[in-house]
C-alpha cells in the first residue's frame, strides 16, 4: 500500500470513526431509564389539548398553500395529529399516540398525570415550545413518565417550525434527551424548518422503549441491539468493536513497517 492510498485509507476510517462515534445513537432523558405507562395491551397514551393556538405566519406558502384556507385553531389541530402519529407509526414499536381537545381538562400542571398540551408565555421569546416531562418509580425497576405537558409559546411562528416543535417536544414526553451531535435525530437541533421526519437513531429509540416483539424484522433488532444510545456514563460501551475494526489494520501497518 503507497503512502497516498495509505493516507486516504486511514482518512476515511477517521470519517466513518467520527459518523459512527458522533451522529449515531438515541439519548434517553431520565437514568434510570423511563417511558410513558403503556404497554403491548394498552398502547395507548393520550394528550389533552386546551384548544389554543399562535398565530402562524406562513399558511398561504407552507406546503404548497394547503393551510391558506385554515383558521390557526384548524392548522394546529391538524400539525398535532401529524406529530403524534409520526411517533406512533414505527415499525416494531407499539406506542400509539392520540390529541384530544379538551380546554377544561388542559393544564400545565406537572402533578395531575394528564399529558396536556398548553398555549402560553414560554421561558424564552425564541423557543416556539417546550415539554415537562416528569418520571415517577411506581416499583423498583419499574419507572413511567406519569406526567408531560407541553407549552406551547404564544408568539407568532411558521408552521414550518411548529410541526418540528411538536414532534420535537413529544419525543420528549416519550422519553428522549436532546441528541445535540446527531444531526439526523429529530431530537438534535440542526433540522430544516418543516422536516419533523423520524431519524434512524429516533425510531431505534422508541423501539427499545416501546418494542413491539411481534415484529419479526432481524436487522431491525440488530440495530437497535447495536446502538443504544447513551446510558448511564456513556457510548464508549457500545463502540468497542469500532476500535476493533479501525484499529486492526493500523496495528497490522505498523508491525509491517517495523519489519521493514
Given amino acids: 500500500m503507497t503512502t497516498n492510498s495509505s493516507m486516504r485509507f486511514y482518512t476515511t476510517l477517521a470519517v466513518l470513526a467520527f459518523v459512527e462515534f458522533f451522529t449515531s445513537g438515541f439519548v434517553l432523558i431520565f437514568q434510570p431509564e423511563a417511558g410513558l ?3 403491548l395491551v394498552a398502547p395507548n ?3 389533552v389539548w386546551d384548544g389554543k393556538a399562535p398565530p402562524f405566519s ?3 406558502t407552507f406546503r404548497g398553500g394547503t393551510f391558506a384556507d385554515q383558521s390557526d385553531h384548524d392548522a394546529m389541530l391538524k400539525l398535532l395529529n401529524e406529530a403524534m402519529a409520526t411517533w406512533s407509526n414505527v415499525p416494531g414499536s407499539f406506542i400509539k399516540l392520540s ?3 379538551d380546554a377544561g381538562v388542559a393544564s400545565a400542571n406537572r402533578t395531575d398525570r394528564i399529558y396536556s398540551i398548553v398555549l402560553a408565555p414560554t421561558h424564552s ?14 416499583t423498583p425497576g419499574h419507572r413511567v413518565i406519569s406526567d408531560c405537558d407541553i407549552t406551547v409559546n404564544t408568539a407568532k411562528v411558521t408552521l414550518a417550525f411548529m410541526v418540528y416543535a411538536l414532534t420535537h417536544e413529544t419525543g420528549h414526553c ?10 439526523r435525530s429529530i431530537m438534535g437541533y440542526s433540522r430544516t424548518p418543516g422536516d419533523a421526519k423520524l431519524g434512524a437513531d ?6 427499545y422503549l416501546y418494542d413491539d416483539p411481534a415484529y419479526g424484522d432481524g436487522k431491525v433488532r440488530e440495530a437497535v ?6 446510558l448511564g456514563e456513556g457510548v464508549v460501551g457500545s463502540h468497542v468493536w469500532v476500535l476493533v475494526v479501525l484499529g486492526l489494520p493500523l496495528l497490522a501497518t505498523l508491525r509491517r513497517g517495523r519489519a521493514q
Fill in 37 to 39: 405507562p403503556a404497554t
Fill in 45 to 47: 397514551v393520550n394528550f
Fill in 58 to 60: 406562513d399558511k398561504e
Fill in 99 to 101: 390529541v384530544t381537545e
Fill in 125 to 138: 421569546a425564541s423557543s416556539a415550545a417546550y415539554a415537562s416531562p416528569v418520571a415517577e418509580t411506581l
Fill in 174 to 183: 416519550l422519553g428522549f434527551g436532546h441528541a445535540h451531535d446527531n444531526y
Fill in 202 to 207: 429516533d425510531k431505534a429509540g422508541l423501539i
Fill in 225 to 230: 441491539a447495536a446502538k443504544c444510545g447513551v
